[in-house]
């Protein structure tokens, strides 16, 4: 196959040929790409708007989700998203998706963390790269493309218990459940999940774990990204204070 990139000068390394006498044209023209089997990648957004000014997660912030017009989680609400195309970058993709299912674009963002458990979607193997967007103003939304509805939830997540565990090293590990909800008023809307987050007591390596306990109308494990999310505002606000 012809090289993926049209300018393969910066991986010349060295220029010598490898154990089977190929240069990087001759490796490059013989690559097989289904050697490995490919995962497929999404970019999914979650986008929060804030009060002009904020000191906590535990109110004032609303997400942006779809409603799911198509299998799977038909009818379940989501973070906008969708499948990366193959000669994009992964941040344009996610900003591409949010234009393209509810309007909305010109919003900062920054990478929050990268999903690849093999068990997260029926279809394949989906690895799902999560961004975030922090928006201090109210924007129309509009649903599209594969979504069926588009709207602002508020959100309020709630620590329902803290427990403490030793792992099979031997380390103790900090064990929180969060209850999180979030409701539309103007619809009558009400979505919760319960959500357990794990880490490590001590050290520098935390190891946190996510676990999707339960959820109510709510697609995928969308709800450990939400956690995530707000968990992530809430250290950057400690640390502004």
Same mark, same amino acid.
């Given at each position: 196959?012809?090289?993926?990139?049209?300018?393969?000068?910066?991986?010349?390394?060295?220029?010598?040929?490898?154990?089977?006498?190929?240069?990087l044209e001759s490796f490059l023209e013989e690559y097989d790409t289904h050697r490995y089997e490919n995962p497929s990648v999404t970019a999914d957004m979650i986008v929060i708007r804030h009060p002009k000014e904020?000191?906590?997660?535990?109110?004032? *912030?609303? /997400?942006?989700?779809?409603?799911?017009?198509?299998?799977?989680?038909?009818?379940?609400?989501?973070?906008?998203?969708?499948?990366?195309?193959?000669?994009? %970058?992964?941040e344009l993709a996610a900003k591409r998706e949010l234009l393209e299912e509810t309007g909305v674009e010109g919003v900062e963002v920054e990478q929050l963390y990268a999903w690849g458990e093999a068990w997260r979607?029926?279809?394949?193997?989906?690895?799902?790269?999560?961004?975030? !967007?922090?928006?201090?103003?109210?924007?129309?939304?509009?649903?599209?493309?594969?979504?069926? %509805?588009?709207?602002?939830?508020?959100?309020?997540?709630?620590?329902?218990?803290?427990?403490?565990?030793?792992?099979?090293?031997?380390?103790?590990?900090?064990?929180?459940?969060?209850?999180?909800?979030?409701?539309?008023?103007? $619809?009558?809307?009400?979505?919760? !999940?319960? /959500?357990?987050?794990?880490?490590? $007591?001590?050290?520098?390596? +935390?190891?946190?774990?996510?676990?999707?306990?339960?959820?109510?109308?709510?697609?995928?494990?969308?709800?450990?990204?939400?956690?995530? !999310?707000? *968990?992530?505002?809430?250290?950057?606000?400690? +640390?502004?204070?």
């Amino acid at each position: 196959m012809p090289a993926f990139l049209k300018n393969i000068e910066p991986f010349r390394g060295t220029g010598e040929v490898n154990e089977m006498g190929q240069n990087l044209e001759s490796f490059l023209e013989e690559y097989d790409t289904h050697r490995y089997e490919n995962p497929s990648v999404t970019a999914d957004m979650i986008v929060i708007r804030h009060p002009k000014e904020f000191l906590t997660v535990k109110e004032g *912030l609303k /997400v942006l989700l779809v409603k799911r017009k198509n299998h799977p989680s038909i009818g379940h609400w989501a973070l906008p998203g969708g499948f990366v195309n193959i000669d994009e %970058d992964v941040e344009l993709a996610a900003k591409r998706e949010l234009l393209e299912e509810t309007g909305v674009e010109g919003v900062e963002v920054e990478q929050l963390y990268a999903w690849g458990e093999a068990w997260r979607d029926p279809r394949a193997r989906i690895v799902t790269v999560a961004y975030l !967007a922090l928006i201090g103003e109210d924007k129309e939304v509009k649903a599209g493309d594969d979504a069926a %509805d588009a709207d602002w939830f508020d959100m309020h997540l709630e620590k329902e218990m803290q427990k403490e565990v030793v792992s099979e090293v031997g380390k103790t590990r900090l064990v929180d459940q969060y209850k999180l909800t979030l409701t539309n008023a103007e $619809r009558s809307l009400n979505l919760h !999940a319960k /959500v357990e987050v794990s880490y490590n $007591r001590d050290g520098i390596i +935390k190891a946190y774990e996510y676990q999707v306990l339960e959820k109510d109308q709510l697609a995928f494990d969308h709800p450990r990204f939400l956690v995530q !999310a707000l *968990l992530y505002i809430a250290t950057g606000l400690d +640390k502004q204070v």
